[in-house]
C-alpha cells in the first residue's frame, strides 16, 4: 500500500522563502519512496511524501518550523493511493 503524507504551513508575511528553505533543508530519519515540495501565494508551503507503509504505519514528517516563521499551527494530513491514472 502507498500512503502520502501531506505537510502545510503558511508563513508570516514575506517570509516564504525563508520557509521554503526550512522545509527543504529537513531530512528524515529514512528516505520516503518520493517527496515533493511546492509553494503558493501567501506564502504556502505543501511537502508531499510517499511510502510503502499501511495508513496507520508510524512514519517519519517534518516537524513543526519555528513560531516566528509560520502564522499558524502545522496541516497534517495523512492519504491512502487508490490509483495512478
Known amino acids: 500500500m502507498t500512503v502520502a503524507l ?8 514575506g517570509r516564504g522563502e525563508d520557509l521554503l528553505a526550512w522545509a527543504r533543508a529537513q531530512e528524515l530519519p529514512h528516505a520516503p519512496l518520493r517527496r515533493e515540495t511546492l509553494r503558493a501565494p501567501q506564502d504556502r508551503v505543501l511537502v508531499l511524501t510517499w511510502w510503502d507503509a499501511p495508513l496507520d504505519a508510524e512514519l517519519p514528517e517534518l516537524p513543526e518550523p519555528d513560531g516566528e516563521l509560520i502564522t499558524r499551527a502545522v496541516h497534517r494530513w495523512r492519504f491512502e493511493s487508490v490509483a495512478v491514472d
Not at 501531506?6 to 508575511?13: I, K
Request: proline fraction near 12%; glycine fraction near 0%; hydrophobic fraction near 60%.
Open 6 to 13: 501531506m505537510w502545510e504551513a503558511r508563513a508570516v508575511p
